[in-house]
């Protein structure tokens, strides 16, 4: 028992150090994807023809990929087209592409559940279309998007385990590297499931906040 302890706090430092890492390629992706999934969400929607098949494309391209492919693809295929991204960026990049396409799909379904009338009430008084999305579509679609959405986040944070493979030292690989040396994998893989779990765990919570906070607003 006290071995296994003494490992644990050996691990602790490394552990809180991937623990870092993986909650900043969470961010980083979360956000590159909610701010380009939410723009081409409204151009499969709004958009002219050729626009939101290119954007259909590309969704469907990328969902069905699975993302492990897709980060290897996005790792190992760029250098030779002149694009020499470190391990880190390229899995960002590969996770940002794959998240953005599931964004993309939140914002069709939020934004297409708002009647057409509500968008043309909207250009009847005179606003333009940033201001018919800004002040009449958006905060009707808003609460349809967040749950989804904030259910995607905790996808985000478990995926991001996945940047260990191009050598990223994330929580994962913390865990790895730290075995190598204690040779104790059971209650190391137990921390780390732990800690994964209290992020997601509160991911979870505020979803069902948001789902019974909305859930009460009259159409």
């Not at 606003?127 to 018919?132: A, D, E, S, V």
């Not at 690989?173 to 190391?188: C, D, F, K, S």
Request: aromatic residues 10%; hydrophobic residues 55%; glycine residues 8%.
């Amino acid at each position: 028992m006290a071995q296994l302890i003494d490992a644990i706090v050996y691990a602790i430092p490394y552990l809180m150090s991937g623990l870092g890492m993986t909650l900043l390629v969470s961010l980083i992706v979360v956000v590159l994807s909610l701010v380009a999934g939410v723009v081409l969400g409204v151009g499969l929607i709004y958009g002219p023809l050729s626009l939101r098949w290119l954007i259909r494309l590309l969704t469907d391209s990328i969902r069905g990929i699975p993302i492990l492919v897709l980060i290897f693809a996005v790792y190992y295929g760029l250098p030779p087209l002149g694009l020499n991204l470190s391990s880190f960026w390229a899995a960002v990049l590969a996770l940002t592409l794959f998240k953005t396409a599931q964004v993309i799909e939140y914002t069709r379904g939020a934004v297409s559940s708002i009647p057409r009338g509500q968008m043309e009430a909207a250009k009847s008084i005179g606003l333009i279309f940033g201001q018919r999305l800004r002040y009449v579509i958006f905060p009707q679609a808003t609460r349809r998007f967040l749950p989804p959405w904030v259910n995607g986040v905790t996808d985000a944070v478990k995926g991001s385990a996945l940047v260990s493979l191009l050598g990223v030292v994330d929580l994962m690989q913390a865990i790895n590297q730290v075995i190598g040396r204690t040779y104790e994998p059971m209650p190391l893989y137990l921390l780390g499931a732990v800690m994964y779990f209290a992020i997601n765990y509160s991911l979870s919570s505020l979803s069902r906040v948001l789902e019974r906070r909305y859930a009460y607003i009259k159409e």
